[in-house]
């Protein structure tokens, strides 16, 4: 199983970007999916989180209102929408798929299967 995330660079604050994350060797389509982040220096924090269907999105108090996070089942990829980027959303951002996984979503214990990350950073 492979998560993918790509979209990652460099922007100025109040600019956007859009990530994607593609999964191979596995469906995610009844599946919880989610994006975390990870500050250097800082732990590996919950972003956004979806669920199977789309119908219900999770959002960390620090991104809601700017972020956004999206599905497409039939492509088994999941979306995030990055607008008004302020310089704290620098981060290493890992795309996370659950597997039968229990528990809230913002929980990182939720899921089973990790990306290897894409660097955001936002300069002034």
């Known amino acids: 199983v492979q998560l993918q995330a790509s979209g990652g660079g460099l922007v100025q604050a109040g600019g956007s970007l859009t990530l994607s994350c593609a999964a191979s060797?596995?469906?995610?389509?009844?599946?919880?999916r989610a994006w975390f982040r990870q500050a250097p220096g800082k732990k590996r924090e919950f972003v956004a989180a979806?669920?199977?269907?789309?119908?219900?999105?999770y959002y960390a108090d620090a991104v809601k209102g700017r972020f956004s996070i999206s599905r497409d089942n039939a492509e088994n990829t999941i979306g995030l929408q990055m607008n008004r980027l302020k310089l704290e959303d620098t981060a290493v951002y890992y795309c996370?798929?659950?597997?039968?996984?229990?528990?809230?979503?913002?929980?990182?214990?939720?899921?089973?299967?990790w990306g290897r990350g894409t660097q955001v950073t936002v300069s002034s």
């Open positions: 060797g596995h469906s995610f389509e009844r599946e919880a």
């Open positions: 979806i669920s199977w269907s789309g119908g219900s999105t």
């Open positions: 996370a798929g659950s597997s039968g996984g229990t528990g809230s979503y913002m929980d990182s214990r939720k899921y089973r299967y």
